[in-house]
């Protein structure tokens, strides 16, 4: 029995474990409770709720107030997950507006929020050349991931979950641990939710995906940034903005895959081939931390 809270404190259960099956389980739970029209609508939320769970398992419980940046990000995480519920229960353009406003309070305010005293430190330059460059790299992100939203909801936690992982390692070689594993836990999460948007009448992923997964992925990016802002970081994190733009070869690739295979076939084979190009960036930037190391200067 003894033996019972290591395993569950173990960093690969932290890290990959729990937030995959939070992701895998919580929404047939949330079908279970809430009914099986809103359960499914809101089981996004299985993904930052993965995300946080595996956080306060590494850091323990928050602190109130919180004193960093990464003790603030639980909290962030809260704020998105409840947002994301919120509108899972909206429907069409107002979801969608929803949705966008969502983006600016969350992934804006918490960005500043867990700035705090920071901002007080950087030259007017320094500060402006930051957040224009955080609000422009996130923006993009999020515009990108939030096209087919409704439409191939599995092909964005597939990009998510490739770019979690790649924010994840580049940390990890290029930055701090516990921002590594923040990135490792939301690609678990992301990858325990994906059976849900595969099979056919269950979970959607919309624009409260747009919230619950985008936008924590822009969070643990950012968080990632103003913890280590060198030259490495920026130039990694660029590379893994392509990854939300291999949408457009593989719209034509799967268009002639389409033609010979059956309406599921084609999909995952379209899925297999959109991880296989959405890879190569992720690659290139992870080798990229491997090889520079965390060295270069800001």
Known sequence: MSDIPSLIEHPMAVTLIWPLMIGLLLPPALRWLAGSTTGWRVAVVAVPLGL??????????????PPSSTQKLPYVLTAAAAAAALIGLLNG???????????????????????????????????????????????????RLSLRADSDGAGRMVLVILDAAGLGAVALHGGTASIAQAGFMLAAAGLGFLPWLLLPGRAGFGAAGVVAAVGVLALIAAHLVMSRPSGLIAACLAILLLVPFADGPVLRITARIGGR????????????????????????????AMLVGAGLPG
């Open 52 to 65: 946080l769970a595996g956080l306060v398992l590494m850091l323990g419980r928050p602190a109130l107030p």
């Open 261 to 288: 295979l059956g309406g599921n076939w084609a999909r995952l084979a379209g899925l297999v081939v959109l991880a296989a190009v959405a890879v190569v960036p992720v690659l290139i930037a992870v080798a990229i």
């Open 93 to 143: 353009r107002v979801a969608r507006v929803a949705s966008g406003l969502a983006c600016v309070l969350v992934v804006g305010g918490g960005v500043l929020w867990m700035l705090g005293g920071r901002l007080l430190r950087y030259e007017t330059v320094d500060l402006v050349l930051l957040l224009g460059g955080l609000g422009l790299g996130l923006g993009v992100l999020i515009a």
